[in-house]
């Protein structure tokens, strides 16, 4: 039987836990900018060449995270057992480390995360290599980004998947601007942050 000093030391953990979790994925992420710089400086290529503040492209970028969402509803929702894996996986790490933390501090962290992951393989990385070919470039750019995102296959597969949905938000628009999938992949991970929190908490009510 767990003591009550035990039980008070694992609460006493939780906040600083997710407080560390927040902190140190927000750091990552900035990390992931500062690499971009880095690496388009290496490549002569401006992460920043093709962002634009636009109100309707912000509000393309909401709208198109709606599928991705979407698609993230019906995959924890399926009766597979692959999808059921990742599931769990997602509720095992993150659900402990982001079920009480408040709604503006998630959404900081996804605009970080966001921003990071999007001037770094939209911005650098598929701008660059559009030289070689823009099937190429939505090739090569999210073959690396899946692979980066290597939890389950699966999940490398979706990944990559959505990475592609991400590199045609920049391609298909004219003209061009990485405002929109910084927003729809700001958006998405919020939505799906939300979600894992519903689950989680779900989780541990039945347990």
Known sequence: MPHPDDEQELDDQLPQEQQFFI???SLFSIGFIVIAFGLGWALDVSPLTNLNWNWTDLLIGVLAALPMFLF???SVTLPVQ???KIKQFLLDELGPRIVNGSILELFILCIFIGLGEELLF????QSWSTQFGVVFAIVLTNMIFGILHSITRLYVIVATLMGVYLSL???LFTPQNLLIPITTHTV???LCFLMIIHL???QQATE
């Open 23 to 25: 902190l140190g994925g």
């Open 72 to 74: 993230f509803l019906l």
């Open 82 to 84: 692959a999808f059921q």
């Open 122 to 125: 939209r911005g650098v990385l």
């Open 169 to 171: 938000l920049l391609v």
């Open 188 to 190: 998405y991970d919020f």
């Open 200 to 202: 989680y908490r779900k």
